[in-house]
């Protein structure tokens, strides 16, 4: 049974989640709304608010369909009233920094919310910051904030879950809590003991930089594949068949990933704020991105190798930036199907779960493309009918041989 609500008679609601239509603040609203916490959604997209109302998922996260049915209206709802958030005790902000053509941290978004929220903050509530930020960027926000309250407490208290699992593992998670006050740590560690009884507290330059590290790790890890990838088909050598020699019944390779596009809206988004914030020092993290971004370039250039592009149209299947997920943001299936604009004669692009218009069916794309790319390895792809087609999988996804895995 959920925990009885924090409610106090000075707030109506427990929990204000600021940019809750999304993939970070949806999944994180509805877990706490399902502890019995009633919630606010507040969001400036009412279309997006609309189907939440409605009680339908926007996006797939796996076992949010059925909690959000059973919460919405009842410790669940939603606005786009910017003053509402004036009405929580706690308001969680899950507006993060992007960066900008130039690679450096975007903060305008950030400082724009500190003026909106500010003539509408209350003494005792505590403002928690979600999103990835930018090291130091938490202290720029309470100073902000306390210009119109003084009261007021904001925390860092970074999310760390994968995308399309985010309901599940904001309970299986430790859940990592900051703040410049003990009274202010402890509210923010009572709010998260609802979803998860794992705190782990820390400052809130230790908790920004571990947010950076871990995603920066976590991109720098799978470069390493795709740059062994590479050296390995420069040779005309199957890196799969090297990698199988190197894992197996080999304990301290259990962690190497296997090559494939690291991409989505995170980690190489916070990659180049960890450069950025080192002066552009971070030279492992450049590396980085120059590998992963340009992996999608390499395998038309190798492609072109063995086949006239020129004249044949290519197809790339799944077009998620990563397999069983709707969510596009920052696939480079994009950037893999623009260097094939260039190279083909034609494109041609499907997934099952992104609806696009001049998407077309998979069997469609088979039947019409003379090459296939694999751009997420949904798992439905594994086991349908190539027709003899020749197939770029990096992923080593296929069950049959592909193109591009050596001349061996």
């Known amino acids: 049974m959920p925990e009885k609500a924090v409610m106090t008679d000075k707030f109506e609601f ?38 939440i109302e409605d009680g339908v998922m926007p996006f797939m996260d796996k076992g949010a369909d059925e909690v959000l049915k059973r919460v919405i209206h009842k410790t669940l709802f939603a606005t786009t009233d910017p003053a509402a958030s004036g009405r929580a005790r706690y308001i969680v902000v899950v507006i993060g920094t992007p960066v900008d053509p130039h690679l450096n941290p975007e903060l305008r978004s950030l400082k724009r919310l500190s003026n909106e929220l500010g003539p509408h903050l209350q003494d005792g509530q505590v403002v928690i910051l979600r999103s990835t930020l930018y090291p130091g960027t938490t202290e720029h926000v309470q100073s902000d904030l306390k210009k119109f309250c003084s009261g007021v407490e904001v925390c860092f208290c970074p999310e760390r879950i994968a995308q399309g699992k985010a309901l599940e593992e904001l309970h299986s998670l430790p859940q990592i809590v900051s703040g410049f006050h003990p009274d202010a740590v402890e509210a923010a560690s009572q709010l998260f003991r609802k979803l998860t ?36 088909g420069d040779y005309g050598v199957d890196f799969h068949r090297i990698y199988g020699a190197m894992t197996h019944k080999y304990p301290r390779l259990a962690d190497f990933p296997r090559p494939g596009f690291a991409s989505g809206p995170c980690l190489f988004k916070d990659t180049m704020q960890l450069s950025a914030f080192t002066n552009n020092k971070f030279f492992l993290g450049h590396g980085a991105m120059l590998i992963n971004e340009g992996l999608p ?45 260039m190279e083909a004669g034609e494109v041609l692009c499907s997934d099952p779960y992104i609806r696009e218009q001049g998407f077309i069916s998979e069997e469609a794309l088979i039947e019409e493309s003379d090459v296939i790319f694999i751009g997420a390895p949904h798992a439905r792809y594994k086991n349908m009918d190539y027709r003899g087609k020749p197939v770029v999988d990096v992923w080593d996804f296929l069950p049959f041989p592909t193109l591009l895995q050596g001349d061996t």
């Not at 009884?197 to 720098?220: G, M, Q």
């Open 197 to 232: 009884k794992d705190i782990v507290v820390t400052t809130p330059l230790e908790a920004e930089l571990t947010k950076l590290f871990t995603n920066s790790y976590r991109y720098i890890q799978f470069a390493i594949a795709n740059q062994f990838y590479m050296i390995a």
């Open 297 to 341: 370039n390499y395998l038309v250039a190798q492609t072109k190798q063995r086949l006239p592009l020129r004249d044949k149209t290519a197809g790339i299947l799944g077009m998620a930036f990563k397999p069983e997920s709707d969510d596009k943001r920052e696939s480079l299936s994009y950037k893999l199907r623009k260097v094939l604009e």
């Open 14 to 51: 427990d929990v204000c989640v600021i940019g809750g239509a999304g993939h970070v603040g949806l999944p994180l609203s509805i877990a706490f709304a399902d502890q019995g916490l009633k919630t606010l959604i507040q969001d400036i997209n009412a279309a997006a608010l609309k189907p």
